[in-house]
């Protein structure tokens, strides 16, 4: 199986979702972690049943809230380049890679 790592940005693209979420409602920013920690895994279990959204990147669906995970495969490793809301220009992936 190959290794999951996120660039600094994606896990400060993680830090400040879940700090909003739970500025929302208390215990909802772990409940955010959680599910990402929960694609994260399936992500690095089995990358390509995700599709390619942009050439040699792929993307998975946080399902209770509007993010997708956006990652490169590589050789021995699975990058997270990305955790953006689904609203946000499509504009700031393309600046992540």
Known sequence: MRTLSLLPRA???VIEAALWYEG???GLGQAFED???RLATRI???PEQFPEVEPDVRR??????PY???FVVEEAAVVVIAVLHLHRDPETLRGRR
């Open 68 to 70: 997708g995970v956006f």
């Open 60 to 65: 998975g669906l946080l399902g209770r809230f």
């Open 44 to 46: 690095q279990e089995s």
């Open 24 to 26: 929302e409602r208390l």
């Open 11 to 13: 896990e400060v693209d």
């Open 35 to 37: 599910e990402f920690h």
